[in-house]
């Protein structure tokens, strides 16, 4: 099935479960159902089964958001306990549409206890309490966590089977392009490895002395990694520099994004080092998992990124949220950056990677070797240093499950494509509607502006969200970046002569930019704080910069 052909599907309002092999686009596929859903009125919530994949997609691990937290079973009591919690009552009431991101690495029994909850909040005896709700992941990849010593996976519960789900089995691949490796990672995948698969892996056993110095690498275990990155920074000359993470919201909420986020708390640099961005650029300059070397460090004292490719970024902070109905309830910034030296298999599940050394011999859970080698484009990327039987084999369970994956989502496919393209916009329609939500005839559409032109990437993208957003929030939201980063783009576009006041004048409400044109009239200098102070600490330091712009 075709990206296309599942987002259709997903508009309709079914209960859907998105699958695929890894690269195939499943997350790329939410995003836009997410985007056409936001477009038409409807806020999704966002969950995921790990907090790592939860910062990732802007969400809360379900545990968070259904109030099961770590519990790994639940009695009327609880569940009644859990529903009687007004914030946790307020939210899944609310909710419309629930998606669950890799849903793989989540339970049976964590499933069903989610489940529990949200019909005893909405006193509703269908699956999630009549919630529409999307699962995406891939049973391939690694299995659930827990410390039970038979743990299910999530397809063997009754809630999986009430929700009645259509599957979405994506088969295009949008990661891998060398036709030898995919043929190495299908047979894998289908449990088929023969000597031939092993011989062509074996080809890139890489001895020590010949690894790349700027390759990331992938363990099994997590003894060792913080040790490797610590000391193969501390082999570069020159003083190093450190980047603290600063933090929005409640504190048990930005203490789990801190946990979630692969940028770590306090980010240490030198010029030389190793690195991997950790968070996908909106407009498209990097991914999560692109490589670089820092190459110097901006008029701003920000890291300079070198790719693979000779690209040359200036990096800045990035914003990691945690957002439920549309409002951001906590976030996190920081260089989207972390040392390239070493990471788990574990941490890397989501990532595109240039190129990766990997150290499989000790690999000890299904799926482990199969998610470390799928996460590198070409196999000419791949550099073993080991590799067991295990790595090679995913769970037996799984290879049958699969084959049933596939024919439904091939039955959905056909149906689908049988049906008048009207009578799927009508169930579309009406799926917007029940919902509360707004008819729109090209949903997340979004107009192009050719006049940033000839300026830096990241100035014209962010001169394009300006124009394009109501609000220096939405704008912020738009790029990825925090609010200050924002204006000072504008300043510098300002300073280029690239900046009219029609560009950004929207972004200040029009009723308190006289009260703060008087003050920067009154008071003398250019700092800001005197003008702060004046103001009564009622507007925000980026407000007043924005209309300080507008005078210039």
């Not at 914030?87 to 549409?97: D, E, F």
């Not at 992938?218 to 600063?246: C, P, Q």
């Amino acid at each position: 099935m075709t990206q296309g052909e599942a987002l259709t599907i997903l508009k309709t309002g079914a209960n859907v479960f998105l699958t695929g092999e890894p690269g195939s686009g499943k997350t790329h596929t939410v995003n836009e159902f997410v985007s056409w859903l936001r477009a038409s009125g409807i806020e999704p919530s966002v969950t995921a089964a790990t907090g790592i994949a939860a910062t990732h997609v802007g969400g809360m691990t379900l545990h968070s958001w259904s109030g099961i937290g770590i519990s790994e079973s639940l009695s009327k009591a609880d569940v009644d306990r859990i529903a009687s919690k007004e914030h946790i009552a307020k939210r899944i009431a609310k909710a419309k549409v629930l998606i669950i991101e890799e849903i793989s690495m989540l339970s049976a029994n964590t499933f069903e206890m989610a489940d529990a909850v949200c019909r005893e909040v909405r006193r509703s005896e269908l699956p999630f309490g009549g919630l529409t709700v999307i699962l995406v992941g891939d049973f391939f990849q690694l299995p659930p966590i827990s410390r039970g010593s038979n743990v299910g996976f999530a397809y063997t519960s009754h809630a999986w089977r009430d929700l009645n789900l259509i599957t979405c089995y994506l088969t295009e691949q949008y990661r891998q392009d060398d036709s030898s490796f995919l043929d190495v990672l299908s047979a894998i995948r289908s449990g088929e490895v023969e000597e031939l698969h092993h011989e062509e892996l074996m080809r890139r056993h890489t001895e020590p002395a010949d690894l790349p110095a700027d390759a990331p690498k992938l363990f099994s275990h997590n003894a060792d990694v913080d040790r490797i990155n610590a000391g193969e920074l501390a082999k570069l000359k020159g003083a190093s520099k450190k980047f603290t993470m600063s933090a929005k919201g409640k504190d048990s909420l930005v203490e789990g994004l801190k946990r979630g986020c692969l940028s770590p708390e306090t980010l240490e640099l030198k010029e030389g080092a190793a690195v991997m961005f950790t968070k996908n650029s909106p407009q498209g300059r990097f991914v999560n998992g692109t490589l670089g070397v820092v190459s110097g460090w901006g008029a701003d004292g920000m890291p300079i990124v070198k790719t693979k490719e000779g690209l040359r970024i200036t990096t800045e902070p990035m914003e990691w949220n945690l957002e439920e109905q549309g409002k951001v309830k906590a976030s996190v910034a920081q260089i989207p950056l972390r040392l390239a030296y070493a990471m788990t298999v574990h941490k890397s599940q989501g990532m595109s990677m240039d190129a990766a050394i990997m150290d499989l011999s000790k690999a000890f859970e299904y799926g482990q070797g199969y998610v470390a080698l799928s996460r590198v484009r070409r196999l000419s990327g791949v550099y073993l240093t080991g590799l067991n039987q295990r790595a090679l084999e995913v769970h037996p369970e799984i290879l049958e499950k699969d084959r049933d994956f596939r024919a439904a989502s091939e039955a959905a496919r056909d149906a689908f494509a049988q049906m008048p393209e009207k009578e799927a916009a009508d169930m579309q329609k009406k799926f917007v509607k029940a919902l509360g939500g707004a008819w729109m005839e090209n949903a997340g559409g979004r107009k192009k502006n050719t006049k940033t032109v000839g300026l830096p990437g990241r100035l014209a993208e962010t001169l394009q969200a300006a124009r394009d957003g109501k609000s220096l929030k939405e704008v912020a939201k738009a790029r990825g970046l925090v609010a200050s980063t924002i204006v000072h783009h504008l300043e510098e576009l300002a300073e280029l002569g690239k900046l009219s006041r029609t560009d950004f004048a929207h972004l200040v409400p029009i009723d308190i930019v006289d009260e703060i044109h008087e003050a920067l009239t009154t008071v003398k200098g250019d700092k800001l704080s005197p003008i702060f102070h004046a103001l009564n600490g009622r507007h925000s330091f980026e407000t007043i910069r924005l209309v300080r712009l507008m005078r210039k």
